[in-house]
Nanobody, 122 residues
């Protein structure tokens, strides 16, 4: 089985920083795209940032210039460095990964982490 385990959330004042980590483990042959999504109360889950296995990145307009996504392919881990945090960044942050489980399949499954709370106080 595949698991995604997130860490690094918490409470921070506006203008502060947090770094989220998400480690994938289990039956993994390869990982394509990895990303971070967030869901605030009463809102839909939205993409925050994504990164391909080759390092190409994509960001939501609301976080460009403040957040940086990176990954360590050797550790099957993706990170989200969040700087200049704003109260509107408050949400549960979810890790996402497209994982190929073994060499006998050509498709990827989508996996989600359990979520980590980020709260930014004003």
């Amino acid at each position: 089985q595949v698991q995604l385990v997130e860490s690094g959330g918490g409470l921070v004042q506006a203008g502060g920083s947090l770094r989220l980590s998400c480690a994938a483990s289990g039956s993994i042959f390869s990982i394509n795209a990895m990303g971070w999504y967030r869901q605030a109360p009463g809102k839909q889950r939205e993409l925050v940032a994504a990164i391909t296995s080759g390092g190409n990145t994509n960001y939501a307009d609301s976080v460009k210039g403040r957040f940086t996504i990176s990954r360590d392919n050797a550790k099957n881990t993706v990170y989200l460095q969040m700087n200049s945090l704003k109260p509107e960044d408050t949400a549960v942050y979810y890790c996402n990964a497209q994982i190929r489980k073994n060499q006998f399949v050509s498709y990827e499954n989508t996996y989600w982490g359990q979520g980590t709370q980020v709260t930014v106080s004003s």
